[in-house]
Nanobody
Framework: QVQLVESGGGLVQAGGSLRLSCAAS????????MGWFRQAPGKEREFVAA????????HYGDSVKGRFTIFRDNAHNMVYLRMNSLKPDDTAVFYC????????????????????WGQGTQVTVSS
């Protein structure tokens, strides 16, 4: 069982930056690939970014490439999402998730691959 708790959301102006954090309560954190998803009102949950267990592989959704960076700290059971050049379209609840990837050195990019989810943190970008 993995418990995930996100933090760092808030209100920011367009063009600004935020860093989201996700704390994982498990003794086997490095066994999991980690991901971030987001869900805006009235829309489906959308893949944002994923990172492999080592941090060596990352993948990003097309809408955030070049603006967002995912990274992790296995020593402290943390995963982060650095978000730059934020746009009003980035407004959503952001969720942290954990998965066991099919490729042990890979990531998970599909929602159904993730077994554990946090409760979400709200990010609001004003224009």
């Amino acid at each position: 069982q993995v418990q995930l708790v996100e933090s760092g959301g808030g209100l920011v102006q367009a063009g600004g930056s935020l860093r989201l954090s996700c704390a994982a309560s498990t003794s086997t954190f490095s066994a999991y690939a980690m991901g971030w998803f987001r869900q805006a009102p009235g829309k489906e949950r959308e893949f944002v970014a994923a990172v492999s267990w080592s941090g060596g592989r990352t993948h990003y959704g097309d809408s955030v490439k070049g603006r967002f960076t995912i990274f992790r700290d296995n020593a402290h059971n943390m995963v982060y999402l650095r978000m730059n050049s934020l746009k009003p379209d980035d407004t959503a609840v952001f969720y942290c998730a954990a998965c066991i990837p099919a490729d042990v050195v890979g990531t998970c990019k599909e929602l159904y691959e993730y077994d554990y989810w946090g409760q979400g943190t709200q990010v609001t970008v004003s224009s």
